[in-house]
């Protein structure tokens, strides 16, 4: 029997609700936000921010894209969490790009991709 799309979406939450909140435990800074037409990625962005109001603790203190954004003014505090998405791989080199270089010059700053 196939599960109907409200009990797949019911899991799907339960998941990030249980595995992926309990990660956020500090104000957190949003990074590579799309600021481009794929309007898959604008969607996963909209979904990231309904689910920061469930850690109404913590805040969000930045955000910006990885075109726009200027990597010296990224916060030294906090958790750095990485957009995601379609974009892993060879084919999106300049968001693939950014997080390497956001993980090679932050290597005591929590990250979550």
């Known amino acids: 029997m196939a599960i109907s799309n409200i009990e797949n979406i019911t899991r ?12 956020i435990d500090d104000d957190f800074s949003l990074l590579d936000i799309p600021y481009h037409n794929n309007i898959g990625d604008s969607l996963i962005y909209f979904g990231e921010l ?13 955000k910006s894209s990885a ?3 200027d990597i010296n003014e990224i916060p030294n505090r906090g958790i750095l969490l990485l957009h995601g998405g379609g974009n ?26």
């Open 67 to 69: 075109r726009y954004g």
């Open 50 to 62: 309904e689910l920061f109001k469930q850690v109404s603790r913590f805040k969000l203190i930045y």
């Open 12 to 23: 799907l939450r339960g998941i990030i609700l249980n595995e992926l909140l309990p990660l």
């Open 88 to 113: 892993f791989g060879d084919i999106w080199h300049e968001s693939h790009d950014f997080r390497r270089k956001i993980i090679g010059e932050r290597p005591n700053q929590k990250i979550i991709i």
